[in-house]
């Protein structure tokens, strides 16, 4: 049964960098797309980026576009979200989950979901 364990969140500053880390058991990651979520408090979850199974593309949210890569390691089993030029408003919990189909963050089939990693950004 697949498992996800996210991790490398943590405290840091505006314009800091962190690399988030989804890591699968069970199952191997490559047959799955691969999807980031964050949620703040006070705030709606929202889509953060997107791997297809088998690589054959990645999607990103506005917000992550030109600032965050996703990317697999298949060898590892694990999918990352490096994170540059970080933001206050990037402060959330982020959540990575396996999907058997996607369209948009709001038109999936999810599997599988994490527990979630603490992202807080500010001086």
């Known amino acids: 049964q697949l498992q996800l364990v996210e991790s490398g969140g943590g405290l840091v500053q505006p314009g800091g960098s962190l690399r988030l880390s989804c890591a699968g058991t069970?199952?191997?990651?490559?047959?799955?797309?691969i999807v980031w979520f964050r949620q703040a408090p006070g705030k709606e979850r929202e889509g953060v980026s997107c791997i297809s199974s088998g690589d054959r593309g990645t999607y990103y949210n506005h917000f992550a576009k030109g600032r965050f890569i996703i990317s697999r390691d298949h060898a590892k089993n694990t999918v990352y979200l490096q994170m540059i030029s970080l933001k206050p408003e990037d402060t959330a919990t982020y959540y990575c989950?396996?999907?058997?189909?996607?369209?948009?963050?709001?038109?999936?089939?999810?599997?599988?979901w994490g527990q979630g990693t603490q992202v807080t950004v500010f001086s």
């Open positions: 989950a396996a999907a058997t189909r996607f369209l948009t963050f709001d038109d999936a089939d999810f599997k599988t």
């Open positions: 069970g199952d191997s990651l490559a047959d799955y797309y």
